[in-house]
């Protein structure tokens, strides 16, 4: 039986376990950690996951090439290029990430494998008290990246080493607009709502 909704389609499809699954309450209740909002998928080909996914009833999703701004993995500052799909399965993000270049970050997950799922993304606040905990605890910090422009607006995005006990790494993102938490959904929805008009548009 087919299921309903367009997350479901989502996960089946790429054989991808829910993060419910993967990031029990135990684990975030120990570290203060709200309920995760992103899959975060590797891929081979983040364009034709992301037209595979939007046919099961996603997104549309957001296809780019983003220079890896602030990019540190293991603590050595690199220069790279991600390949990322971003969009909505329902309520929830759904994140595509493919090769790239500069890092294998991304694909070293994949060992042969279409997509697979590569972490639980957490937006929250205070991600240098909750990164303290789980680095203390075991998890050392595998990237971070992002971007301050000054006091008014900051992007920090860190991943930590969760694979032994999770099975997946564990995304922070703090995100934060003049000392408020910033929500990056409205403008992907709107985004993603003229990207649809376009394309209704362009039809024969």
């Not at 394309?199 to 024969?204: D, M, S, V």
Request: one cysteine or more; glycine letters at 12%.
């Amino acid at each position: 039986m087919a299921s309903a909704d367009p997350l479901s389609r989502v996960l089946e499809r790429f054989e991808v376990p829910t993060l419910a699954s993967r990031l029990p309450d135990r684990f975030r209740d120990t570290y203060g950690l709200v309920a995760p909002q992103q899959y975060g998928i590797a891929c081979r080909d983040v364009r034709r996951c992301c037209a595979i996914a939007e046919s099961l009833g996603a997104g549309p999703f957001l296809v780019a090439r983003i220079p890896a701004t602030g990019w540190q993995e293991r603590g050595e500052p690199r220069r790279c290029t991600l390949s990322v799909g971003l969009g909505y399965a329902g309520n929830t993000q759904v994140e595509f990430l493919g090769p790239g270049r500069g890092t294998d970050f991304y694909s070293s997950v994949l060992d042969g494998a279409e997509a697979r799922l590569h972490h639980a993304g957490i937006y929250q606040r205070g991600v240098g008290r909750i990164g303290a905990e789980l680095v203390a605890a075991g998890y050392p910090e595998a990237v971070r990246g992002g971007v301050s422009l000054g006091p008014g607006l900051s992007f920090d995005y860190r991943y930590y080493d969760t694979r032994a006990e999770l099975g997946i790494y564990l995304e922070i993102l703090d995100f934060t607009a003049l000392g408020r938490p910033l929500s990056i959904e409205p403008a992907v929805r709107a985004w993603a709502a003229a990207l649809r008009t376009k394309r209704r548009f362009a039809r024969p």
